[in-house]
């Protein structure tokens, strides 16, 4: 049997860590979409809202990255510099949002709730 092997060198990486997962977040957030609308909690506080017919048709990935950035809109609006763990039971959004937004088929998606996120202040 083959054995795998790693050619790089063992002191770089300590150098090629992405922190995105502090130990202890300021805040908890957990987010939920279905075909039917979205919601969201922090602290005990809730809010969610129906999809529009159009909005129900994208794809349920689409609609769980949404719902994200409308809980940020919504129950973050005013935290700053604050560490905000987002749960999603959504392993595609989870795997968006620990690679910083590095997923290509959600970057324009992304950016365009940021902007309705930033235009509602």
């Not at 860590?17 to 502090?22: D, F, L, N, T």
């Not at 602290?43 to 689409?62: F, I, V």
């Not at 560490?83 to 968006?96: E, F, G, K, P, Q």
């Amino acid at each position: 049997m083959p054995r795998l092997t790693y050619n790089g060198r063992v002191d770089n990486i300590q150098q090629n860590e992405k922190k995105i997962s502090p130990s202890n977040p300021d805040i908890v957030i957990t987010t939920d979409a279905s075909k039917q609308g979205w919601g969201t909690e922090r602290d005990h506080h809730t809010t969610g809202d129906r999809w529009s017919p159009a909005e129900a048709e994208k794809h349920t990935n689409e609609l769980e990255l949404k719902a994200v950035f409308f809980a940020l809109c919504s129950l973050c609006d005013n935290v700053r510099n604050k560490h905000i763990r987002v749960l999603s039971d959504n392993t595609a959004i989870v795997c968006y949002l620990n690679n910083m937004g590095e997923t290509r088929a959600y970057n324009i998606i992304a950016k365009q709730d940021l902007a309705i996120c930033l235009g509602k202040k």
